[in-house]
């Protein structure tokens, strides 16, 4: 079977009163709210990819945490299976982002319990699910 990758991450930060926000995307072509990603290209590195992505789709220079790495599968309506596999991402409190205009309709910074709701598919609250364990977990911020 075909398979499609294409790597992220789920990003966060921190408001003026140390809230933790995670940072989600509207896809402009499928309508749809998930994390920063998109495909990775022939010979890239997956960390590259997202970095790149992240870059490409939010303004946003980041590093990815490649200690959390979680990857989700489904299939396409051609046929072949989509791979995404997402890092994550910290960055300084609430920076400023740049949607790139021809994919992304909407960023926005919200809090878990809006994120959770916010997020389109079932798969990506896991994720973000996840992510908000490992970094309980790892007393991050």
Do not use: C
């Amino acid at each position: 079977m075909a398979q499609e990758v294409a790597t992220g991450a789920v990003i966060y930060s921190e408001n003026s009163q140390g809230v933790r926000q995670y940072l989600l995307v509207k896809s402009k072509d499928r309508d749809f709210w998930g994390f920063a990603k998109g495909h990775v290209e022939t010979g890239e590195i997956y960390e590259a990819a997202a970095i790149r992505e992240i870059r490409e789709e939010t303004g946003l220079d980041v590093q990815v945490d490649t200690n959390f790495a979680e990857k989700i599968t489904y299939p396409l309506a051609n046929g072949a299976e989509k791979v995404s596999i997402f890092y994550i991402s910290h960055v300084a409190q609430l920076p400023k982002t740049h949607k790139q205009l021809s994919e992304i309709s909407d960023i926005q910074w919200l809090p878990y319990e809006q994120a959770r709701q916010r997020l389109t598919y079932d798969n990506l609250k896991v994720v973000l699910a996840k992510a908000e364990t490992y970094l309980n977990q790892t007393n991050h911020n």
